[in-house]
């Protein structure tokens, strides 16, 4: 083997789009081979287990980094565009720059570490906020055999390890000695446990109907077109489609994303948990809140979306790891939208909907998954399983959620 | 200290403001908490303090007037008018037609561009990230274009002299006027249907902070505040200053006086000043804009005192002058509805959750620079 | 398997490491070049421009505190549906899916159970 056979390989690599990233890593461990060879060594196996290793952790850290960057000029953008403004644009073509002036700013701002706070635990709590954050998406099934790791209790992983933010922002919250950040934290607590009984629930719905923990056997069990064209994701399914919404709304109040921003709730508690952060420390929490919301909503696709599975037969010439990134793409815009859309909640209402909704129409949801099952999983238990979750879904909101808020029960006098 | 009640909890004492983000301005209240609880609120004001109605004791007459734009400088020709109007009353000056309609055209404008960024700030202060706020402004900066082709200045107009106005309508800004009025339905119904489809904001505004019509009228509220909470009172009505009694609209009440009553009040009315400003911009007459009998040096109003008020956007804005027949005011005084309409804070947000003080207090739409003068 | 632990060790490891390195840039960009100057009011806690007087750390609501007991019993007993999910509905016999419907019952029952109670109320 010599240097020109392996640039040789990479035109022909090209032209397989499908499994450029599994062909790109064959050859960059057959490059170190060829090191080896060239001081003439036999290089150990060892060595290149670690540097597979190596290259699958790099590659995970570097794609959700620069996304993270990408999703945060581009959120500023476009919610500039639904608010009527124009969004950053001076650093670089379209504000491309805009993430690494920001960079720059966080890097060189001073650390202010208030005279109070508990500063260890202060500064701990931004990277216990960022190490579950960054591990997560490790789980995640990219495209056809693309899975860094493929444990077979992967989902019960994900939910142990992305359960470790909740800590770090009580941390942070704690350790600040600030009336605002003590809120906020009470308040992200409050909210998060919450919001994790339905987010794991629509999860073990899932794995119940696909018989697996294991990301990569879900999207797999969710392979193949209904008659020929329509495709059997869970989320076209009624029971899936509830657990979809569910799982959709707890990953928003899980990564505290707007409508669900009341840990950070800017115009009540200034900043809540991150007022006392600045520099660096506080791009840390950025940045955790960003990739953790990438990895959750990887989940979602995994889960309901059909992870890299093309939505349709014809369309599965684009590679099936581009198909997990364009429906991630969707869903992060859609989280800027809602965001752009929607005022805040209140917490006792926040809290009322996690409970008194959320939670029974997730076991409304199993119900029906369970009645979709046995019922041959065919049309038939499609309209059972829809009558299923219709049900608890009206009783709910008529009968449990008896303060009706509309415009119109309101009644306006004019004198003249 | 910190107190503990029954279950051994401790009430945490938090203080929102002067450097808070929705406290509008630097506005200050001492809240106790007891969880996400208030269960006591303290407002504390005076950061703002400008001392201005003490220097107006040292000024002449008509050098107070640029100051009162700084009193609520989010609509500054009303608070123009309302001490034009008590001078007026003071030294029983007339005023010309064509100057009323010219006051009632551009009071009836501000009064719509400070509804306007109410139901933008509103949203702000429910966590809306600004999204209704920009819109809202959009539309507000159309209308202070028009008052800075009218008085050369967007915000600070300095635009009403004792006895009319300080200059007549440029060629062609009535049209321009009347062409803006007509296209703003729209933005409004639109603005409407987004805002009250949207069950976040209904359950956010409905049932907070309701206020019954006795304890309003026993606190001093007025503007959309009173009537929100279903008393029919506008001092455009009570008292008819200007040619308000020859325009035809009505005065819009609420039935439940919550921040959503007096939320949709603001929208209501806008639609009544539309009404009014299209009559105005239809019977607006030719002739003088001043009345010449007043000098504006040297204008020495008799001995005497008097109260003139008019219905600002956020009340009943009120001045007592006292005149001991100098070139200068002996006595001075502003009545501000956003100060007065402040009383009764602490009783509609005690027992809601930290998130409704904002939107009780965002629901007052007050102005610092009033609040504090 | 062992392979798929190692990875995870290394990255839990890197993921460590990861944050560390743009503190310790940022740490040595402040001591060469910007030096900190700490002050009374810059290193005060934040509390709107106030001294923040009392203390802060103090007794929540004990309310909170039933909201986690409660989360605790649904989140076990979610946990407890892991096993059954691992198998699937493909492969859990009939009684095996009789007890799943009767454990969810007594979950739901106890859901209603807390909501009768009032315990879901935020106060």
Redesign the interface.
Same mark, same amino acid.
């Given at each position: 083997m010599n240097f020109i056979d392996l640039l040789k390989r990479i035109p022909e690599i090209c032209k397989t789009p499908e499994t450029l990233p599994l062909e790109g890593k064959k050859l960059i461990l057959d490059f170190v081979t060829w090191l080896g060879s060239l001081v003439g060594i036999a290089v150990p196996p060892w060595v290149l287990?670690?540097v597979n290793?190596?290259v699958?952790?790099v590659a995970i850290?570097a794609v959700f980094l620069i996304m993270f960057a990408l999703m945060s000029v581009w959120e500023r953008k476009i919610l500039a565009r639904a608010q009527n403004r124009y969004g950053p644009n001076r650093v670089g073509p379209w504000g491309l720059f805009q993430p690494v002036a920001d960079g720059i700013k966080?890097?060189?701002?001073?650390?202010? /570490?208030?005279?109070?706070?508990d500063k260890v635990v202060h500064f701990i709590a931004?990277?216990v906020m960022? /190490?579950p954050a960054?591990?997560l998406p490790?789980l995640l099934p990219y495209g056809r055999g693309m899975v860094?790791?493929?444990?077979?209790?992967g !989902?019960?992983f994900f939910f142990a390890v992305g359960a470790g933010s909740e800590v770090a922002i009580f941390l942070a919250g704690?350790s600040?000695?600030?009336?605002?950040s !003590?809120l906020g934290a009470?308040r992200a607590?409050?909210q998060m !446990?919450?919001y994790?009984?339905p987010l /794991?629930?629509s999860a /073990?719905i899932v794995?119940?109907?696909?018989?697996?923990?294991s990301p990569t056997g879900i999207v797999e069990a969710q392979g193949g077109y209904q008659f020929g064209f329509f495709p059997n994701w869970f989320v076209f399914t009624p029971w899936g489609f509830v657990a979809c919404v569910l799982f959709y709304f707890s990953a928003l109040a899980e990564s505290n994303r707007s409508p669900f921003d009341l840990p950070e709730g800017e115009s009540e508690l200034?900043a809540g948990h991150l007022?006392?952060y600045s520099?660096?420390?506080y791009?840390?929490f950025f940045m955790a809140e960003y990739v953790g919301m990438f990895a959750i909503n990887g989940l979602l696709v995994t889960l309901f979306l059909g992870g890299y599975q093309a939505p349709l037969p014809f369309l599965t010439f684009i590679p099936s790891w581009c198909w997990f990134f364009i429906k991630l793409a969707f869903l992060a815009f859609s989280l800027v939208w809602v965001r752009a859309t929607m005022p805040r909640f209140r917490?006792?209402q926040m809290?009322?909907f996690a409970?008194?909704f959320m939670?029974?129409m997730s076991?409304a949801a199993?119900?029906s998954?369970?009645a979709w099952?046995?019922a041959g999983r065919g049309l038939l238990g499609w309209g059972i399983s829809a009558v299923l979750v219709a049900i608890p879904y009206f009783a709910l909101g008529y009968f449990c959620f008896t303060r009706h808020h509309s415009a119109d029960n309101r009644r306006y006098l004019f004198s003249e | 200290?910190?107190e503990?009640d029954g279950?051994?909890?401790?009430t945490? *004492?938090?203080?929102?403001?002067?450097?808070?983000p929705s406290t509008h301005g630097v506005f200050?209240m001492n809240v106790r908490m *007891?969880?996400?609880?208030v269960v006591k609120l303290q407002p504390v004001f005076g950061y703002l303090h400008r001392n201005h109605e003490k220097l107006a004791e040292g000024k002449s007459w008509l050098g107070s007037m640029p100051f009162t734009d700084r009193l609520d400088y989010i609509c500054p020709i009303t608070n123009n008018w309302g001490y034009a109007l008590a001078v007026e009353k003071l030294a029983g000056i007339e005023v010309p037609d064509r100057a009323e309609y010219i006051r009632v055209i551009v009071g009836e404008m501000t009064r719509i561009q400070n509804h306007t960024a109410f139901l933008g700030f509103i949203l702000g202060d429910m966590g809306a990230w600004g999204s209704a706020l920009m819109y809202a402004f959009r539309e507000r900066e159309k209308i202070l274009d028009l008052f800075e082709g009218l008085t050369g200045a967007r915000m600070m107009a300095n635009y009403m002299r004792f006895g009319g106005v300080r200059c007549d309508l440029p060629a062609g800004w009535l049209e321009k006027a009347r062409a803006y009025i007509e296209t703003y339905p729209a933005f409004l119904d639109e603005m409407e249907k987004f805002l009250t489809g949207n069950e976040i904001l209904l359950s956010r505004l409905q049932g907070v902070g309701v206020m019954s019509a006795e304890r309003a009228i026993n606190g001093g509220l007025s503007g959309p505040v009173l009537r929100a909470s279903g008393v029919d009172y506008d001092i455009r009505k009570v008292d008819g200053y200007g040619v308000y009694p020859r325009l035809k609209f009505r005065v819009p009440r609420g039935t439940v006086g919550d921040c959503f009553d007096r939320f949709m009040l603001r929208i209501l009315e806008i639609r009544e000043s539309i009404q009014i400003l299209q009559q105005a911009f239809a019977q607006i007459p030719q002739g003088p804009i001043l009345n010449p009998a007043v000098k504006t040096r040297g204008f020495k109003p008799p001995v005497g005192e008097a109260y003139g008020r008019i219905e600002g956007p956020k009340g009943e804005l009120g001045f007592h002058l006292v005149s001991d027949g100098g070139e200068k005011p002996y006595r001075y005084h502003i009545r501000p509805p956003s100060l007065i309409n402040l009383t009764l804070l602490e009783e509609m947000c005690v027992g809601t959750k930290i998130a409704d003080v904002m939107v009780i207090l965002g629901s007052i739409d007050i102005v610092l620079g009033e609040v504090d003068r | 398997m062992s392979?798929?632990y190692?990875?995870?060790t290394?990255?839990?490891a890197?993921?460590?490491i990861?944050?560390?390195v743009?503190?310790g840039?940022? &740490?040595l &960009?402040?001591r060469t070049?910007?030096p900190? #100057?700490p002050g009374h009011d #810059?290193?005060?806690?934040?509390?709107?421009?106030?001294e923040?007087e #009392?203390? +802060?750390?103090?007794?929540?609501?004990?309310?909170?505190y039933l909201?986690?007991l +409660?989360?605790l019993v649904?989140?076990v007993e979610?946990v407890f549906?892991?096993p059954?999910?691992?198998?699937?509905? +493909?492969?859990i016999p009939v009684v095996g899916?009789l007890s799943i419907?009767l454990f969810?019952l007594l979950? +739901?029952e106890s859901?209603v159970w807390a &909501?009768a109670k009032g315990i879901?109320? &935020? #106060?």
């Open positions: 287990t670690l290793i190596l699958v952790i850290i966080m890097l060189t701002k001073e650390d202010i /570490v208030p005279r109070n706070a931004p990277i960022l /190490v960054l591990i490790v860094a790791i493929d444990l077979s209790v !989902i019960l704690w600040s000695r600030n009336k605002y !003590i009470m607590i409050a !446990i919450s994790e009984l /794991v629930m /073990v794995a119940l109907v696909a018989g697996t923990l200034v007022t006392e520099g660096f420390k791009a840390l917490i006792d809290m009322q409970w008194k939670l029974p076991f199993l119900f998954a369970a099952h046995y | 200290m910190t503990a279950a051994g909890a401790q945490l *004492d938090v203080s929102l403001g002067p450097q808070h200050r *007891d969880g996400e609880t | 392979y798929d190692l990875l995870l290394i990255f839990l890197i993921a460590l990861f944050p560390l743009p503190l840039l940022a &740490w &960009w402040a070049l910007s900190a #100057k #810059k290193q005060a806690t934040y509390e709107c421009g106030l923040s #009392k203390p +802060v750390q103090i007794q929540f609501q004990a309310h909170y909201y986690a +409660v989360f649904f989140d979610t549906l892991l059954f999910a691992a198998m699937g509905f +493909v492969n899916f419907m969810l979950l +739901v859901l &909501w879901l109320e &935020w #106060k």
